[in-house]
């Protein structure tokens, strides 16, 4: 083990374990709070409350291509394998919460627009980044040299971070079915009408988020044990060769 | 070549000032219908509204858990090379 490596290590030892508990309270809080203290919308009734589950998940599937794009920048800037560990680890943890979106979305549209999908702007943009998602996940099995498929997936990240700000505005620059945000829009006119909801939604935010960081760090740190025992198989590999290529010469 | 990188260069520079005066005409131009609580007095009553608010719950705990379980098994295979290499060491 190296010096970043045990660093690295006592990091994620101190960290993980009390994010994991902290985010699993506040899951469970988030969980009770929907179901028994949110007051739902007037119009949609109890299907509103969805949105605590629906739009934190949205939320954390950007930030979490967020967080693949810059750690696939800083892998072509400094050419440090660390990074894309870290770009893998935002990958599949961004991808189930793009998957809770993509199907959170459809069992709201349902009882509301009458239909689980329609191509509007804004789902389709969603269903693309999910998409995008996949397809990165995808290449990381196919390439097999750690070199290109860093380079490869890097770049493939960096231009699909072009979907993110379609996703977002995509409500505003064309007509959509999908509702414009509500939330922080109370200088135009919107905003959450009972303090319950706004609560509810914070906790759920909050809970989600921890969960991804939780998520995140505990595959980064499997990522980078992963590597390390690979590197000493090889070594050890390498020794059994060489002790009897020894054996054969004598 | 040259030609190659000065059209990509200007392409780019081209297509972010364009973004960015989308971005800009978005963050100022609409308005936003507010969400109106429910009455007081409402009740959770069982009706089959309840059933998607229930399957989208079981989604997002099904997807946690299928998350954490693949880390668990994956940390279960290196905790078994883990084993083998130290055995390797102590032979």
């Given at each position: 083990m190296n010096r970043e490596s045990i660093r690295m290590d006592r990091i994620a030892r101190r960290l993980i374990l009390p994010a994991s508990v902290l985010a699993m309270v506040c899951m469970l809080a988030a969980t009770w709070m929907i179901f028994f203290y949110a007051v739902p919308e007037?119009?949609?009734?109890?299907?509103?409350?969805?949105m605590y589950l629906h739009v934190p998940a949205a939320f954390v599937t950007y930030l979490a291509y967020t967080v693949l794009f810059l750690s696939s920048c800083a892998l072509l800037w400094g050419g440090r394998i660390g990074w894309d560990r870290m770009a893998q680890s935002a990958g599949e943890i961004g991808m189930g919460f793009a998957s809770i979106m993509i199907i959170t979305g459809p069992l709201w549209a349902k009882?509301?627009?009458?239909?689980?999908?329609?191509?509007d702007p804004r789902l389709t943009s969603a269903f693309v980044l999910w998409l995008i998602y996949g397809v990165y996940l995808l290449l990381r099995l196919v390439v097999d040299r750690p070199d290109k498929r860093a380079k490869f997936c890097a770049v493939l990240a960096i231009l699909g971070m072009a979907d993110l700000p379609i996703v977002h505005y995509s409500v505003k620059w064309w007509n959509a079915t999908h509702p414009s945000p509500?939330?922080?829009?109370e200088k135009v006119?919107?905003?959450?009408?009972?303090p319950s909801m706004k609560y509810t939604l914070l906790v759920a935010f909050i809970a989600q988020v921890l969960l991804f960081v939780v998520l995140l760090l505990l595959r980064h740190n499997q990522l980078r044990l992963t590597a390390e025992i690979n590197s000493l198989e090889h070594q050890k590999e390498r020794e059994r060769l060489l002790a009897g290529s020894q054996t054969i010469q004598v | 070549m040259r030609f190659l990188s000065t059209a990509t260069t200007a392409f780019c520079r081209f297509s972010s000032v364009i973004f960015l005066f989308f971005v800009l005409a978005a963050s100022r131009a609409g308005f936003a219908q507010p969400m109106e609580a429910a009455n007081e007095g409402w009740k959770m009553s069982s009706n089959p509204k309840v059933l998607y608010l229930a399957l989208s719950s079981f989604v997002v705990w099904i997807v946690v858990f299928a998350i954490v379980f693949t880390i668990y098994r994956s940390q279960k295979q290196l905790s078994r090379r883990i084993q083998r290499l130290e055995e390797a060491k102590d032979n």
């Open positions: 007037r119009t949609m009734g109890i299907v509103q409350l969805i009882p509301v627009w009458g239909h689980f999908w329609t191509w509500v939330i922080m829009q006119g919107g905003g959450l009408g009972d | -």
